[in-house]
Structure formats: C-alpha cells, structure tokens
C-alpha cells in the first residue's frame, strides 16, 4: 500500500538532519507521499480575494511559469494581476527551498516546471473521464512528453474554511504496471511522430510516455480497480503540504477546493534508486528500452 510518511517540518526554509533527508528521499522514491501536516502557505486577507472559483474559466486552474512570470488560465481581466502573480511566485519559491531541504541530493537534477491554483471544489465538478482525477490514476502529460524523467508534485492546502482536501491512494506503482500492461497498446507506426508534426505534443512522444498514457487511461477506464480502492482515503487538512511522484503513486483526489500546487521534473539519473522510476518498470515488462 501507498503510505503518508509524516515530516515535522513547520516553516519553508527549514532544515532536517542528513539521515532524515536520506530516509524522506528513500520513501519517496518508493512510492510513498511525504506529509508535512505543519507547513502551512500563508495567504494574506487581500490574497484571499484570489480563492473565488470565478477566478479562472474553463481550465478549472490558474497556471503560472516561474520563468515567464506568466499566468494563464484566468477568466476575469480586472483582478490586480500584479498580487496574483506575486502570490504564485512566493509559492513557486517556498516549494524551491522546501525541496532544498528535503531532496538536497537531487541537485542539478530537479528542474521547476509550473504553477497553479486550483479555486474549483472536485466533488461533483463534470469532467471527462480522462480528465477526472476523482478516478484512481498515474500522471502523464499528454502533450508535453517527459521522455522519463519524473513528475515530482508538491501540493499545499489554502482552504480558509478549514476543510481537507482528500485523496484516495493506490497501490505500488510496479503493481499497477503488471495489472495493465498486456492490456497497453503499442504505439501504431508513424503515430508518435504524426502526433508532433501536427504539433499535438510538444516534441516526440517517447514510446515511455505513449505507454504512461495508457496506463492512466486504463486505469482510469476500469471500474473494478477504481471501487477496489473506495476506503482508502487520506484527508490532508487545510493548512497542511504533501509532496509525492504522481507518475507513480496511484492517486484521486476526491474533494476539497483551495490548493496550490508546484511541479517539478526529476531526472531519473538523479534519483537514489532510479530502479524504482516507472521509466526502469516499464522497461523491464517491456524488454526493451522506452526512452
Ligand atoms: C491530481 O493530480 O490528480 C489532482 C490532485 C489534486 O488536485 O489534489
Ligand atoms: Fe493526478
């Protein structure tokens, strides 16, 4: 089973002892969502303002590039978009220096992707399948193919009513694997560099991310799987961060509405045990290397 390994750690440039941040990376690395219930993102009274869900359209978040220092998916041009922006980047840097603190042997390896604020309550929000992440998945980008490299998330809950944000967790993720994987489709051929000249991904699909994405679909598609794990619900309350892999931690999120999150690529070459990558899983079914 997942497990929540908890952390006491309550400000975002804190510190932990080596052996704590050796035994934090190992449980990640295994699949485990590490648990900060103290480390709380302040928001100020005027920051509040930006929480109302008609604050974004029909993306359901706000996204922010810390490199761009650009926003989108915002729905209404009158907000001052200044605060907003500052508020995303004060989030974008406590992230940067909490994994400091608990990932320091990443390095060079952790590279900072993008922002976002997510306004919208899950609960009851009409969603394609594919896009409903009520439902048990792995994340895997469709459009921007990660060749392998890890998708690392760090998630804090702003509720200002006080109300958790619930998740449900699978099991290990090579577990997942061997369910599906006679079930994934090869890729066609010529469809991986079809999907790019028509600029549907942003470069190459590797035959990894291809197999990524129908594992999430998979997974999301099976109504056994998905009732299989109905109990197995861990509320994070408001107020609280957690930080996971969602490439390979089986995850649904199935209520709560506030939250900001941060993600992060990982080089697999960077990890302690790059064995435990879903890159080095699949390949090992596969017999053959995806990336
Ligand atoms: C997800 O990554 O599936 C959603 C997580 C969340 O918004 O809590
Ligand atoms: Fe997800």
């Known amino acids: 089973m997942t497990a929540i390994h908890p952390i006491s750690l309550a400000t975002w440039n804190g510190t932990l002892p080596a052996a704590e941040q050796g035994v934090a990376t190992d449980a990640l690395e295994a699949g485990h969502v590490l648990f900060m219930p103290e ?20 993306s359901k978040n706000v996204s922010y590039d810390p490199r761009s220092g650009k926003l989108g998916g915002l729905n209404v041009a009158t907000m001052k978009l200044d605060d907003l922006r500052a508020l995303m980047d004060r989030f974008a840097t406590s992230t940067r220096a909490l994994l400091a603190t608990l990932l320091p042997t990443y390095g060079d390896g952790l590279h900072q992707a993008k922002t976002s604020l997510r306004p919208v309550e899950i609960a009851g929000r009409t969603q394609s399948w594919r896009k409903d992440d009520t439902r048990l998945h792995v994340d895997s980008f469709p459009s921007q193919p990660s060749s392998g490299n890890r998708i690392l998330r760090v998630f804090s809950n702003v509720n200002p009513d006080g109300r958790a944000r619930v998740w449900k967790v699978g099991e290990p993720f090579e577990a997942v694997a061997r369910k599906y994987w006679d079930k994934l489709r090869a890729p066609l051929p010529g469809e991986r560099g079809l999907l790019a000249a028509i600029r549907v991904t942003k470069a190459v699909r590797s035959r990894y991310d291809h197999y990524m994405l129908k594992l999430h679909d998979a997974m999301k598609l099976d109504p056994d799987y998905q009732a299989r794990f109905a109990t197995a619900t861990h509320p994070f309350p408001a107020g609280s961060t957690w930080v996971c892999f969602t490439d390979q931690v089986s995850h649904a999120a ?38």
């Open 39 to 58: 480390l709380r993102f302040e928001l100020s009274e005027a920051e509040r303002a930006y929480l109302d869900p008609a604050l974004v359209g029909k």
């Open 254 to 291: 199935i209520s709560g509405a506030h939250q900001l999150e941060q993600t992060f690529w990982v080089d697999v070459r960077a990890m302690r045990n790059p064995n435990a990558a879903p890159l080095r899983v699949l390949e090992s079914l596969a017999g053959r290397k995806l990336a």
